[in-house]
């Protein structure tokens, strides 16, 4: 009976299975189809609504930047911990910052630092990862990054890519992930730091063809694209015509092509940025999200020092400090820092020890970041590290309580549920919490 009993329950499932079958067959809908719609129908939904942050600005910085000579330097560790540097004082009564950065410290009541971070990923690729998505890495899903995330969420503004890398898409995690392809990144293309030569890619017409036809070309598109749109690929055709539609767009606005010149700066304005790479992309991402663009990645510099730290860190950072301080001010002068969230983060920490070729070696076990604008506290510190800087002492600070704390102050709930392939319902941010203490009560 026990036998029967399980076949019985077994052909019930079946039958309700085959009943769902037919059903969406009856109605035009493939298998497939039906467990997508399934699979929508049982996902956390939240709506997305634009929060006190308008835009985000992401400033990755790869290879790993010591925390020790920049965010939180450590002046009473012994030598070999306390690194080549010295620290000097902010604005901000009590907060130190390594004397590399001299204008950002002069500025620190713009941002909140946040010294304790932390995750266990000491490989490159994996802190990448972490810090791109929300999540650690898994070999059954690719997971979205915060660009696509915020495209698939709010879409285009102003005749604008939602999300724009400066110069080029900087990894694999950068991308869409489980999503679809219509939500990756616009890349650049080029320097913003070449001056003379910079052009972005695809934001001008192909020699020798001019408005008229260009239109043909675009209605000739239209006809084509609605013939196999009823064809078994049209999820993939549907993504291409949304690259094409995004394309046209770019190309023939106007507004577009304004965001992305940087012959439109006065020459004071560029150098009082830097006209380096550091200096020019922080100008470029200015430019963009105050012409509409939600999320712009740029990334600066090369840090994995793990060798002589004191002349990589000195090549590196005055460039970088000049033009972040910058950015903050020229944000805050326009009115745009208050609905700009700016962010700082790179994949780890380095280790609290010097090494014996003078550098530091991964460390994922304590790191800094730093978030400014977009209804954050202002001239703020979360969190420390321990007197050698090799753990966090208070307030640790996991990935995804990070990444939740960004989400929610772009107007988006990170435990909604978007579909992954299966259908598979997967939450934007799984874990973690919203840091309520980072951001400012008007913002609440």
Known sequence: MKGCSSFFNSGLANRREFLQVGFAGGVGLSLPELLKVEANAQAKFYESKEGAAKSLIHIYLPGGMAHQETWDPKPYAPSEYRGPYKAINTNVDGLQFSENFKNLAKVADKMTVIRSMTHGEAAHERGTHNMFTGYKPSPAIDFPSFGSVISHEFGPR?????????????????????????????????????????KVRDLTLPSGVDGARFERRRTLLEAVDSHFRNMEQA?????????????????????????FDLTKEDEKVKERYGKNQAGMRMLLSRRLVESGVRLVTMTYGSWDHHDKIKDNIGRQVPDFDKALATLLTDL????????????????????PKINKTDGRDHWPRVFSTMLAGGGIKRGFVYGSSDSLASEPDTNPVDV??????????????ADKELIAPGPRPMEIVDGGSVIEELIAKSSV
């Open 332 to 351: 805050d002068e326009r009115g745009l820092l208050d609905s700009t969230l700016v962010m700082v983060s790179s994949e780890f920490g380095r280790t």
């Open 400 to 413: 995804e309580s990070f990444a939740k704390t960004v989400y929610h102050q772009l107007g988006i709930n």
């Open 235 to 259: 999820d993939q055709i549907d993504a291409m015509d949304s690259f094409y539609q995004k394309a046209y767009s770019l190309i023939g606005s106007a507004e577009a092509r304004d965001a």
């Open 158 to 198: 102003k005749n604008l890519p939602p999300y724009v890398c400066v110069p080029n898409t900087p990894n694999e995690f950068a991308g869409t992930g489980y999503l679809s392809s219509m939500y990756g990144p616009f890349s650049v293309g080029s320097d913003p730091a070449d001056l003379k030569n910079f």
